[in-house]
């Protein structure tokens, strides 16, 4: 348990509001997913240790980087008397726009469920989407120093089954039945 | 173990075909979904079935969707060679009810809709609350372990071959 607590304070969500970065993924507590808290009982229930992952992002919509730059280059050609800027030129400023919107526009938070069953030593995560089962294997093994497997028809059949031996070796042979003659 | 990505995609017909089995047994061999969870349960095709005919560069899509669909079209698909890549499913125990996705491929679950349970109301009721989801989740769940592990076993044996590919064809093919 202390194992586990240290693993998840030590990589829990942080704030990005005033922050110049578009994302961040962590921890957060089930209960109080704004406040991470993850001392007292919330944690654990029955053989379950109960917590979420929260990815939060920064969404700046396209057309206002669009607008922003076309102001900002209005504004350094006016400066400098200059009738263009340099490539390198419009990719820092560009660069500068996005780095200021970033600190004026709130983080959207997504908040997964995860359910791990330590008996049974098994997770289940309430989400589909790629990003978010790829955030969790990557952050589960750096907080825990545990590595995911991925439950799908083959890893199902290949470790959840209990096949012998020469099951497992056939497993691997197989190719797609035609059901039509 | 081959790499994760490999196998995923290599053997992603296993999903499709437990889920074309499936079907074959819901209509056809129910009482062995009966043996496998003796406790009064009952499983039938929701509102939603997705099929795929793959032929060498093109990809045929079938949907058919409604509470009241017939599956007509369905079998002409499998008579064409399709296969169910998506599934809805309602799965009934006593007077509980679950309804969820299934996805062939990946074999995940979506829109899962639990039985209904109490509201709620005080702080000290949400433990009570959350081990209660936990044990409806894990009943669904050990259903469809335990489905698919029979479909595996059956996969990997010569009775695969000899004895239920030729029932599913005669079931496809009237």
């Given at each position: 348990m202390e194992t586990l607590v240290a693993g998840l304070k030590k990589n829990a969500i942080r704030e990005i509001?005033?922050?110049?970065?578009d994302k961040v993924v962590g921890w957060t507590s089930f209960e109080k997913p704004y406040q991470?808290?993850?001392?007292?009982?919330?944690?654990?229930?029955g053989t379950h240790w109960i917590f979420s992952l929260r990815i939060d992002k920064k969404k700046i919509p396209l057309k206002v980087v669009q607008k922003m730059c076309a102001q900002e280059t209005f504004r350094k050609l006016t400066e400098s008397g200059r009738e263009f800027l340099s490539r390198n030129e419009k990719k820092l400023l560009r660069e500068n726009v996005i780095s200021t919107l970033s600190l004026r526009i709130p983080a959207t938070p997504n908040i997964y469920d995860l359910i791990w069953n330590y008996e049974d030593a098994c997770v289940l995560f309430l989400s589909n989407l790629k990003e978010a089962n790829e955030e969790l294997e990557t952050l589960f093994a750096k907080s825990f120093k545990l590595t995911l497997i991925r439950l799908f028809p083959f890893t199902m059949a290949d470790?959840?089954?209990?096949?012998?031996d020469a099951d497992r070796d056939v497993l691997s042979t197989l190719t797609p039945t035609r059901f039509n003659e | 173990m081959i790499d994760v990505s490999v196998s995923y995609n290599r053997y992603k017909f296993l999903g499709e075909e437990f889920l074309t089995w499936l079907w074959f047994v819901i209509e056809k061999d129910h009482t062995l979904l009966n043996e496998l969870d003796p406790d009064g349960v009952q499983v039938a095709i929701g509102n939603r079935i997705v099929l795929e005919n793959r032929h060498k560069d093109t990809v045929e899509s079938i949907t058919i969707k409604g509470?009241?669909?017939?599956l007509e079209e369905g079998v002409i698909s499998l008579r064409k060679g399709a296969v169910v890549t998506e599934m809805n499913l309602s799965y009934k125990s006593g007077d509980h009810q679950w309804v969820f996705n299934l996805k062939g491929e990946s074999l995940s679950f979506s829109g899962l809709k639990p039985p209904e349970t109490a509201p709620i109301?005080?702080?000290?009721d949400i433990e009570g609350a959350v081990l209660e989801k936990i044990f409806l989740f894990d009943r669904v769940f050990s259903f469809v372990d335990k489905v698919f592990a029979n479909f595996i076993n059956l996969r990997v044996s010569n009775a695969w071959l000899e004895r239920e590919v030729p029932r599913m064809r005669v079931w496809i093919a009237t």
């Open positions: 509001d005033e922050d110049p970065a991470p808290d993850f001392e007292g009982n919330s944690l654990s229930i470790l959840n089954v209990g096949l012998t | 509470d009241d669909a017939g109301d005080r702080k000290e």
